[in-house]
């Protein structure tokens, strides 16, 4: 599994576990915080209620990490053309 941006998952928690509810329905708000983020023990909870496949599961989670990875990039960079000025 790629290794994810802690600092975007802990920065961004509550969008991105409201993005995993929205994909995987069944993941609740205590299985969530039950894996403080890690996205190794949240692939192993969704293969374990979906039957998943771990390259499919992966893949979902790497997109939506990216998501918000791409978000910081944007922010920080708006950040940095502001500060030019």
Excluded: C, H, P
Excluded at 61 to 82: H, M, P, T, W, Y
């Amino acid at each position: 599994m790629k290794a994810f941006n802690e600092n975007v998952i802990k920065g961004k928690w509550l969008e991105i576990k409201g993005d995993l509810q929205k994909t995987w329905g069944k993941l609740s708000d205590d299985d969530l915080e039950k894996t403080k983020g890690d996205m190794k023990a949240i692939g192993g909870l969704i293969q374990q209620r979906y039957g998943e496949a771990q390259e499919n599961t992966n893949k979902k989670l790497e997109n939506i990490v990216k998501r918000f990875e791409a978000q910081k990039d944007e922010a920080v960079s708006g950040i940095k053309k502001a500060i030019k000025k």
